[in-house]
């Protein structure tokens, strides 16, 4: 093991067995709840250890500064600590923790940045306690109305605003001001870096998706005496269109899921009156996604009319794409000789790439699997992340 | 209209409204609740005004003699008052009704039994309310324990001893034996009597039927990042099955059901770790559904290599053949020169069968919709249907 992998061990086994599940072994890391305020501390603690004065933004977002804040231009690093219910360890905190390990990377080769270097933890990042995903990003950015965030409710009815302790402070074009550039580093949420064999890749954009409510009308009727030749029964649309959505989202190298679905009455011995399935479809280009989601409607409608049932196609979201600065990538792909790979998840990195500069770095995860235990990262790589981090903080605040 | 049509009708208008919900057109006439006890209030009178001494059976079963109990030999007809939530208006209380329209003609003609005849109305056929179907038939002949019964509760909480204000009576061998035959009239769930161009006929069968349990285990992933090729989707899996099993019903005419489902975590954007689905089959002959689960099985398995899902299937419960008194079908049948269809459908003289010669009539139903505000039947075909049960209680009654 290198002495920057043990490095990264040691610090990495200290936030460990905060928030994490005995039995799933997976992590219940949610926002402002007691383990992620654990988490909060300790981030204040390695700033503390290495002189990095921290500041909070009203948000709920924490900022460790190397360099004086108002001198702007400055370079922000970081990630967040909340997790999904049973989450892995990495999807976040891993972030923050090369942010430290960077840092200290940078001093002992005695590299002294010529602007100001900030570390930074943002708030409820995947939604997965108040409903919102990137909640602190979005304030931070004036991306959410204060008086909607304040308002969000978790499964027990607290309010974000009581969570915090206080009203969210919303937009701050000061603090937003003084960056000059974002840089998230990420886990890999797949296996591509796993076939290309490189520890680290730089982020091209933030594929465009989008989540479709298909509503499936039938007849109910008994499942014992209905013979299969009477029968209007929206399950079997309902099936027919999740293997369609599979295949055309092989076909055009897409992502489709059908991983939801609600069954009225969902009773053993009833044919269903109603199935709802929702589809969440992501594309590398909004051409692609349109015509997966077309493609994925005509189906259905075909064999609804075979079936006898009819089809309600409602669109509940979609967010165009987020592609990060060409320049940026382009740069720090050639500094870090790192392929150039796209995400279909949702970051922090993707709401401030609306607001500066922003790029993304992604370390190589052995089991591709994201939101669950079996998310992983050898220690080697999270090393040769951390170097790669170092590397582009340097060059960003190099001058 | 005939005259017959016409006290059909006028009977029938006075418990339509009983129970029946606004919105769906439906009834939620749930065993012991009040639209429930006011059609055994009802049925009270309906015998009161014909001279029949009512027994309650301490089952909550009712029962209303022409002739003499004690005779023994008697001919049983009726059904049951109690609906599926938002059931329709036949299924149970059009053999009631029948039955009573039917005593009237036969005292029309002048009839006078040389046996006693009854007319029943069982409790909880439908096994809405406390969870078990049938429950009165089995009580009184002894196919449920008496402490089982007792303890079955409603959503609310409520024990079927507290509804019934005492703890069933449980088997009757004494009353049982006193009766000689069962005939339950009831509508058609299906639309065999449609094409076959009859308004009425006899039962041959209950078919076999059951309930297995599919468990597909694949992978929880992250659906926006997880490539297509990298996936254990058990959706995938389950989507093949529930359209296999309709497939392989067709094939075999019998009938296949995939209508509840359930996901872990049921979330838009996490591929499901786990699917469970339920298959209701049923099929004319033992050996016919036996080769239908397992070709269903078979094809989920196949499929579940394929999506590198695991399968786990569990007979849930399993129900034999209950053939009704071929003797007997077959004289009613030549009496009313009526076709022979089997069921797929339980019944309380599915239960009685076990006992005593039984046989049922069914009465068209033009949409050959069941358990839906759908189920109909014409005035003209009910008026028939008491015509064909007076002519089977004249000729099981004559000697």
Chains 1, 2 share one sequence.
């Not at 937003?176 to 490189?198: N, S, T």
């Not at 790589?381 to 582009?392: E, F, Q």
Request: proline residues 6%.
């Amino acid at each position: 093991m290198t002495d920057l992998a043990a490095r990264f061990r040691k610090l990495w086994d200290s936030l460990a067995p905060v928030g994490r599940d005995a039995d799933s072994g997976g992590y219940l890391r949610y926002a402002l709840t007691e383990p992620e305020r654990w988490l909060r501390a300790w981030f204040r603690d390695q700033a503390d250890q290495r002189g990095m004065p921290v500041q909070e933004d009203g948000n709920g977002n924490l900022f460790a500064w190397w360099g004086d804040p108002a001198a702007g231009d400055a370079v922000l690093t970081g990630s967040h600590f909340d997790s999904v219910p049973h989450g892995g360890a990495y999807d976040g905190p891993l972030g923050i923790v090369s942010a430290f390990l960077a840092v200290d990377e940078l001093r002992a080769a005695g590299f002294t940045p010529a602007r100001p270097l900030a570390v930074g933890a943002f708030v409820e990042e995947e939604g997965a306690r108040f409903g919102v995903p990137c909640l602190g990003s979005r304030l931070l950015t004036g991306e959410i109305a204060v008086e909607r965030a304040a308002e969000l409710r978790d499964a027990a009815g607290v309010s974000f605003a009581d969570a915090l302790g206080d009203r969210p402070a919303g937009a701050d074009p000061v603090l937003l001001g003084r960056f000059a550039a974002f840089v998230e580093l990420h886990v890999e949420q797949g296996r591509a870096l796993v076939e290309q064999d490189a520890p680290v890749a730089v982020a091209s954009a933030i594929w465009p998706h989008g989540r479709w409510r298909f509503d499936f009308q039938g007849e109910g009727n008994h499942a014992g005496t209905t013979r299969m030749a009477d029968r209007r029964d929206p399950m079997l649309t309902y099936a027919f269109t999740v293997l369609a959505a599979n295949k055309e989202a092989r076909l055009r190298d897409a992502h489709a899921t059908v991983a939801r679905v609600a069954v009225e009455p969902n009773a053993t011995n009833a044919i269903p009156s109603r199935v709802t399935g929702w589809l969440d479809a992501r594309a590398a280009e909004p051409q692609t996604l349109h015509g997966l989601v077309e493609a994925v409607r005509a189906k259905a409608a075909e064999r609804a009319r075979r079936d006898g049932t009819e089809l309600t196609l409602t669109e509940e979201s979609a967010t165009p794409l987020v592609a990060f600065d060409g320049g940026l990538a382009k740069r720090l792909a050639t500094l870090l000789d790192a392929p150039v790979l796209p995400t279909g998840a949702g970051h922090d990195a993707g709401v401030l790439a609306a607001h500066l500069p922003t790029a993304m770095l992604f370390v190589r995860n052995p089991t591709g699997v994201s939101h669950s235990p079996a998310e992983a990262a050898t220690d080697a790589d999270c090393a040769a992340g951390v170097t790669a981090l170092a590397r582009v903080l340097e060059e960003l605040t190099c001058r």
